[in-house]
């Protein structure tokens, strides 16, 4: 078989399925799995006078998300994520249970499908093997075309900000009259929140 026949037979079924699922309203529940990749903006750190010098920041995280369809407007549910990030310290890793919520605003067809989407969640686990704890928000837009009633495609650009908590070591110079100065270096927590850019793709069944 030509390849130019196999393009033609790929364009037809993919056309078939766009007109005869353009209507498709998705199912009352639904599972999400998708793959985000983030850029870092900047970071600040409470206390510090630390900001973003260019240190390259950013990584994926891969998210399951259990959303209710309250009606064609709204969403809500709950996920759970697992994050690699790449910094100026090596990687770190982050585990975040969270709550999505969604609202879809128009009702015109060719704009049904967008939505925006804000997340509310925190990062489980201690800090230990480089698993960093925090507080995490994203807010932005999303795009979601539903083939099946529980088969479809998502698409999302978010603004994330995320605490990713640590500690810092600090030196403290003391006096003792035995044996005179002497430094004591102690481990104080301190977390880095960073602004990033987040570009996500997943399956919606």
């Known amino acids: 078989?030509?390849?130019?026949?196999?393009?033609?037979?790929?364009?037809?079924?993919?056309?078939?399925?766009?007109?005869?699922t353009h209507a498709v309203e998705p199912g009352k529940v639904q599972i999400g799995i998708d793959y985000h990749y983030a850029v870092g903006l900047g970071y600040f750190q409470p206390g510090y006078d630390v900001k973003n010098t260019g240190e390259y920041f950013g990584g994926g995280y891969t998210t399951v998300t259990g959303l209710y369809n309250i009606n064609q407007k709204f969403s809500a549910g709950l996920g759970l994520g697992i994050g690699l990030y790449s910094c100026g310290e090596g990687t770190i890793l982050k585990a975040p249970v969270f709550g999505t919520f969604r609202?879809?605003?128009?009702?015109?067809?060719s704009l049904k499908n967008?939505?925006?989407?804000?997340?509310?969640?925190?990062?489980?686990?201690?800090?230990?093997?480089?698993?960093?704890?925090?507080?995490l928000w994203?807010?932005?837009?999303?795009?979601?075309?539903?083939?099946?009633?529980?088969?479809?495609?998502?698409?999302?650009?978010?603004?994330?900000?995320?605490e990713f908590r640590g500690y810092r070591t600090k030196v403290y110079l003391n006096y003792d009259?035995?044996?005179?100065?002497?430094?004591?270096?102690?481990?104080?927590?301190?977390?880095?929140?960073?602004?990033?850019?987040?570009f996500g793709v997943g399956l919606v069944f």
């Open 1 to 20: 078989m030509k390849v130019s026949r196999i393009i033609t037979i790929l364009i037809g079924i993919f056309s078939m399925c766009w007109f005869s």
């Open 103 to 109: 609202y879809r605003p128009f009702k015109k067809a």
């Open 114 to 135: 967008f939505y925006a989407v804000t997340d509310l969640g925190v990062g489980l686990g201690e800090v230990f093997w480089k698993v960093k704890p925090g507080f």
């Open 138 to 162: 994203n807010i932005g837009i999303g795009w979601q075309k539903m083939f099946r009633k529980h088969f479809g495609l998502n698409f999302q650009i978010t603004y994330n900000l995320h």
């Open 177 to 198: 009259t035995e044996y005179g100065y002497y430094y004591d270096i102690n481990r104080v927590p301190a977390g880095e929140w960073h602004h990033m850019l987040a």
